[in-house]
């Protein structure tokens, strides 16, 4: 069974601070690594996807891949209540299916 | 440049009717993926179409079934429907021919009600 494991949260952070989100996964054959950002009753919205080790930074975005931990990371920097989301994780496994995470939720409070 | 449609937004069964869901991928996309996301959980994954063939399935019952059309546009069926079948169905498409690492784009989803 492929899982994908994410802390539930809530996470709170301060306006401006950065806000650090954390996966792990179980399938070391896992090759591509997604972060969804789903705002409530929204559908998941695509923010950043990495498939090397080390880091990929995107704007306020970076996302960090430590395959041999089999351990994915999203950081926010200079949070805004505007990111007050939850962030889910998601693995490609298989030929092209995704396994997601529960997600975590994160606060940003002004 | 059209994103990933679905509809209807909402519905309303009662059990044991039978639902149709529709999905049109972005423009340019060749793979529609379904999943099924209830309150508080990830999406979990339903089944993938590509070429008007189902390519993979998750673990769901016979129950749900689909079909791609010539145009890449999916329809997702449930039969039978049971109250655990509420939840928020999303469609995702890809492009599988161009891109290696198959990011996939959500739909605003379907929030499907069975009382």
């Known amino acids: 069974q492929k899982e994908v494991e994410q802390n539930s949260g809530p996470l709170s952070v301060p306006e401006g601070a950065i806000a650090s989100l954390n996966c792990t996964y179980s399938?070391?054959?896992?090759?591509?690594f997604f972060w969804y950002r789903q705002y409530s009753g929204k559908s998941p919205e695509l923010i950043m996807s990495i498939y090397s080790n080390g880091d990929k930074e995107d704007g306020r975005f970076t996302a960090q891949l430590n395959k041999a931990s089999q351990y994915v990371s999203l950081l926010i920097r200079d949070s805004q209540p505007s990111d007050s989301a939850t962030y889910l994780c998601?693995?490609?496994?298989?030929?092209?299916?995704?396994?997601f995470g529960k997600g975590t939720m994160l606060l940003v409070s002004p | 440049d059209a994103g990933v449609t679905q509809s209807p937004t909402h519905l309303i069964k009662t059990r044991g009717q039978q639902v149709t869901l529709r999905c049109s991928p972005k423009s340019g996309h060749d793979t529609v993926s379904w999943y099924q996301q209830a309150l508080g959980q990830g999406p979990q994954f339903i089944f993938q179409?590509?070429?008007?063939?189902?390519?993979q399935r998750g673990n769901f019952p016979d129950r749900f079934s689909g079909h791609q059309f010539p145009n890449y546009s999916s329809e997702l069926n449930v039969n039978a429907l049971l109250l655990g079948d509420s939840a928020l169905y999303l469609c995702a498409s890809s492009d599988r021919g161009q891109n290696t690492y198959y990011e996939q784009y959500f739909g605003p989803g379907t929030r499907l009600t069975v009382t």
């Open positions: 998601a693995v490609k496994s298989g030929y092209s299916t995704l396994t």
């Open positions: 399938d070391r054959g896992s090759q591509s």
């Open positions: 179409y590509y070429e008007e063939e189902e390519r």
